[in-house]
């Protein structure tokens, strides 16, 4: 993760001018060439925006589960609790002084859509939620982008924003940030909240289009489940980073996100960022609809239920274990997490549940590195390559709100 952080979100490369005003948009480390933002209007384009809702049937999945009681923590460019969207979403005395300043500052507005694609009312016109009931704790780190040194020199590092947000009562945390190197502090905050029995989502990156294989930090450290962005008809798209640290796929294509600090506009916007946050806020409906659930199983009906047509020991590289379906969670009240205390990757990898692959404390087992696989044919849900240059795998259309899909065994991870 090296002194530079970089984030994963809108994706943007240029700014369209509307009429007399000229939306700011600021170009990240991993901004892909050719990735317009386009503003819409504030209340009527957004709802409409927001076609994953629809695709992964939230209306029923909120019938069931609202995120009611699970706190996630957002550690990103600080969270504005102040939009129509966040107004008493954002526990902002949850975190020590130390550890937060500035958080509730967003000096990119990255963070705060974020936290609206988590937790968001959608009032006034706003983002909502695909968990809305579910509350924020924000954190702030420094991105590449930040001109501003004073206040990166008071913002706190990766690591000791990851290591605050394990401490607090945040179940999940939420990274949709990265950069290319691996540093023993960052790792060690990871192992830290693993052993807090946290749960960590992180974005994958944005450079697929240029580096398929460029393996991105925090997303790849062992534990951390990495997302990777897929569009509405199921297919990675072509932004979106492969590898052997892709867990799991979620929508993240043509998702809005707000245009500059001024939280006055949202623009239309992509990214692993939106899709590691979209992922978070599956797993919090399914631990508020399952409190007395760990982190393992939580993630083990995740990976268990994931929209895939490829056997499930051999994981996409592209997709990993499939695009994320927590209705078929939550559909099922009786549905078998597996045991607590075992890694739910090492486990399908040959692990035993005796003896997890990945030492862990009593209380919360650490998750094991995700073993890469070629894609492989079979299932019962129709994918196809469509192209290599672009590493495009499709896993057709209304993945994200099947039904049904036949298990390969018994309920490890959706």
Known sequence: MRSGIRRAGRDDATARAIGPRRVVAVIG??????????????????????????????????????????????????????????????????APKAASYGATKDYDGHGTTMAELIAGTGKAGGLKGLAPDAKIIPFRIAYDSWKDEAEKKLTQSAAA??????????????????????????ADAV????????????ATGNDGATNDFYRDFPAAYPGVVGVSAADESGTVTHFSQAGDYIDLASPGQNVPAWCDTTFTSYCDGRGTSQASAIASASAALIWSAHPSWTADQVLRTMIDTAGRSWDKDKPSKY???????????????????????????SLEHGGSAATPAVPSSPA?????????????????????????????????????????????????HA
């Open 319 to 345: 997709l990993g274990y499939g695009l994320i379906r927590p209705r078929l969670v939550l559909e099922k009240p009786g549905i078998d997490p597996g045991p607590a205390g075992v890694d739910p990757v």
């Open 29 to 94: 480390a991993w901004a892909v060439v050719a990735g317009a933002l386009a503003p819409h209007a504030f209340a009527d384009d957004v709802a409409p925006k927001q076609w994953y809702l629809a695709a992964m049937h939230a209306s029923d999945m909120w019938k069931v589960s609202t995120g009611k009681g699970i706190k996630v923590a957002v550690v990103d460019s600080g969270v504005n609790p102040d939009t129509a969207s966040l107004k008493g979403q954002v526990l902002t005395g949850e």
């Open 364 to 412: 919360s087992p650490a998750r094991g590195p995700v073993a890469g696989g070629k894609e492989q044919g079979g299932g019962n849900t129709p994918w196809a390559i469509g192209g290599v240059a672009a590493g495009l795998v499709a896993i057709g259309a209304g993945v994200f709100a099947a039904i049904r899909t036949r298990r390969r065994s018994a309920h490890p």
């Open 161 to 186: 924003a990851i290591r605050a947000a394990a401490d607090s009562d945040a179940k999940i945390i939420n990274l949709s940030f990265g950069g290319a190197g691996s540093r023993s502090e960052d």
């Open 191 to 202: 192992k830290y909240a693993l052993s807090k029995g946290k749960l960590l989502f992180a």
